[in-house]
C-alpha cells in the first residue's frame, strides 16, 4: 500500500509508427498530425494542476532526420513471419526531416514535452518492438532497447521507464530491461482480457468485451499497490482513456464514471490509478477528448485537496 493514494499516468507515444502495420497516412494521417495540436493542450492542463505523466516514446521520433534514424537503427532487426510489423519495412516513405514530415518525426513534441514540469521520458522501444510476434528474437530485442537507450542518451535522457508496445511481453524481456537499467515498466491489468498475447490471440470476444469494459465494471477497477517483477517495480495499467466516439457520446456519462470510480477506490484503499492512452487518440475530436480529460483531472483535484491524492510519473517509483 501507498503512503497516500496516487494518480498515474502514461502515455504511448509513437505517431504513424504506432499503427503503420494496419492503417497509413490516408487513412490515420488526420489523427497523427491532430496530435500536433492534441500535446500542446494536455500540457497545459497537466501543468495547471500539477499533473506529472509518462510519455513513452518510440526511439524514431527522437530522430531530427531520416539519415540519423539509418545511423541510429540497429543492423539485427526484427525479423517477424509477418512482414508488415517491422516498421523497418516503411522507411522509404519517410520524408526528410520533422518539417518535411509530421507523421514520422518528433523531435520537437519531444522537447516541448520535455519543457513542461513533472513529464517524464520514457521508452516504447526503438521501434515500435512487438515481443510476442512469431519469427522475432530475444537478442533482436536487446538490439532495439540498446538503440532506444543510445538516441535517448544522446537528447540527455536517461531512460527509466518502459512500456511495451500493444502491452507484449514476457518474464525474459523484463530481465532484459533489468540489465539494460530500466527500473519501472507499465504491466497489464488483471484480467483474463487484457493478458498479453500476439495480434493472433486478440479474438473477437477479448476486443468486444474490453469494449463493454469501458462502459460497465466487467473486470474490476484494476488499483494496485506497487509491485516488483522481473527485477523491475511495475506499474500496472489500471485504464485505457478511450477516445470519444460520436457514435457512443451518448455513453460518455457511464465512460467517465468507470473512471472516477475507480479514482475513489484508490482513494479509499491507497494504491495507485493508472490511467494511459495514445496522444494519436486526441488527434480528433480535440475539444471533446480534451473536456473529458478535464473532467478526470477535476476529479483527481478534489481528491487531492480533500484527501491527500497525489500525482505521480511512472519514473517517480524507480
Known amino acids: 500500500m501507498f503512503a497516500s493514494s496516487t494518480f498515474v499516468i502514461s502515455l504511448d507515444f509513437e505517431l504513424m509508427w504506432g499503427v503503420r502495420d494496419h492503417a497509413d497516412v490516408s487513412s490515420y494521417g ?20 500539477g499533473i506529472r505523466a509518462t510519455w513513452a516514446t518510440v526511439g524514431f521520433l527522437f530522430c531530427e532526420s531520416k539519415d540519423e534514424l539509418i ?29 518535411s514530415d509530421p507523421y514520422y518525426f518528433g523531435a520537437s513534441l519531444i522537447d516541448r514535452i520535455r519543457s513542461c514540469p513533472g513529464q517524464e521520458i520514457g521508452s516504447h522501444s526503438f521501434s515500435h518492438y512487438y515481443c510476442l510476434e512469431a519469427g522475432q528474437t530475444l537478442a533482436q530485442f536487446d538490439a532495439d532497447i540498446d538503440a532506444a537507450v543510445a538516441i535517448a542518451r544522446r537528447r540527455g535522457i536517461t531512460l527509466k521507464s518502459f512500456v511495451f508496445p500493444r502491452n507484449q511481453y514476457s518474464d525474459q524481456h523484463l530481465d532484459a530491461l533489468n540489465r539494460k537499467g530500466f527500473k519501472v515498466f507499465r504491466g497489464n491489468e488483471r484480467s483474463w482480457a487484457y493478458r498479453a498475447t500476439d495480434s493472433a490471440g486478440q479474438s473477437r470476444i477479448r ?26 517495480v511495475e506499474m500496472a495499467a489500471s ?8 457514435k457512443l457520446g451518448r455513453l460518455d456519462d457511464l465512460r467517465l464514471n ?50 491527500g491524492m497525489v500525482s505521480a510519473n511512472m519514473g517517480d517509483f524507480a
Open 71 to 99: 545511423e541510429s537503427a540497429p543492423s539485427l532487426r526484427p525479423s517477424y513471419d509477418e512482414s508488415r510489423l517491422s516498421n523497418y519495412n516503411f522507411l522509404q516513405e519517410v520524408g526528410k526531416d520533422e518539417h
Open 30 to 49: 488526420e489523427n497523427v498530425r491532430g496530435v500536433r495540436v492534441a500535446i500542446p493542450r494536455m500540457l497545459e492542463l497537466f501543468e495547471q494542476n
Open 207 to 232: 476486443r468486444a468485451w474490453r469494449l463493454a469494459d469501458h462502459y460497465a465494471n466487467l473486470t474490476g477497477h484494476h488499483v494496485h499497490d506497487k509491485s516488483r517483477q522481473g527485477g523491475l
Open 239 to 246: 485504464k485505457f482513456l478511450r477516445p470519444f466516439s460520436s
Open 258 to 307: 468507470r473512471i472516477t470510480s475507480a479514482m475513489d477506490e484508490a482513494m479509499a484503499t491507497k494504491r495507485a490509478f493508472h490511467l494511459w492512452w495514445h496522444p494519436h487518440n486526441f488527434g480528433v475530436n480535440v475539444d471533446e477528448n480534451v473536456q473529458f480529460l478535464k473532467l478526470i483531472v477535476a476529479h483527481f483535484a478534489k481528491h487531492r485537496d480533500r484527501n
